[in-house]
């Protein structure tokens, strides 16, 4: 009898910590454009995924927290831009969940507090093997160019002049692609 309740306690404190999540924000008024968004959350494997759907400029991110990687799938360039995830300004895989139920719950959306920003170079040398990056990201990218992004640092930020696309994860942080793959 001890055994049943002890191994019922255990599911109950388990399940959230193994659950996973999925987050939809729309934006109704589409002022900035960013059409629906939604926020996959799946703690047991430690990946994120997000879904910007907007039409031609729709985008797909996975955030893999176990290998510190990211790679996002632009569909109008017909691209996938891999890069190092900055953990002092990406939210934790716990944060991340914990700030998109608290935007979505209090409606903060585009009116709350700025969101924080990164800048990548985007290498225009295209990356062969993307088994280094962990399944999660090779299935996201494979069949199509992709390329490997590095982290633009703020005294480059003053000099860069070229056009980049920007990702906006639900008003919590920015992700600009910049260089010559990203503005054909």
């Not at 968004?37 to 985008?59: F, L, P, R």
Request: net charge negative.
């Amino acid at each position: 009898m001890k055994a049943i309740v002890f191994a019922g306690l255990l599911g109950v404190f388990l399940a959230p910590a193994l659950a996973n999540y999925n987050i939809n924000v729309n934006d109704d008024n589409n002022n900035a454009g960013s059409g629906q968004q939604s926020v996959s959350i799946n703690n047991e494997h430690n990946v994120a995924n997000v879904d910007n759907n907007n039409g031609w400029d729709s985008w797909n991110s996975i955030w893999d927290y176990g290998n510190g990687f990211a790679a996002t799938r632009l569909f109008q360039k017909k691209t996938c831009i891999v890069h190092k995830m900055n953990k002092e300004v990406m939210p934790s895989i716990q944060s991340l969940d914990a700030l998109v139920k608290e935007k979505k719950l209090q409606g903060k959306g585009p009116g709350g507090p700025p969101p924080k920003g990164l800048m990548y170079s985007v290498n225009p040398n295209k990356v062969d093997d993307l088994s280094k990056f962990g399944k999660n990201i090779a299935n996201m990218c494979r069949g199509i160019p992709t390329y490997m992004a590095e982290e633009m640092q703020e005294a480059s930020l003053f000099f860069y002049s070229g056009t980049c696309y920007t990702t906006s994860i639900l008003w919590i942080v920015d992700i600009s692609f910049c260089g010559d793959t990203v503005e054909n």
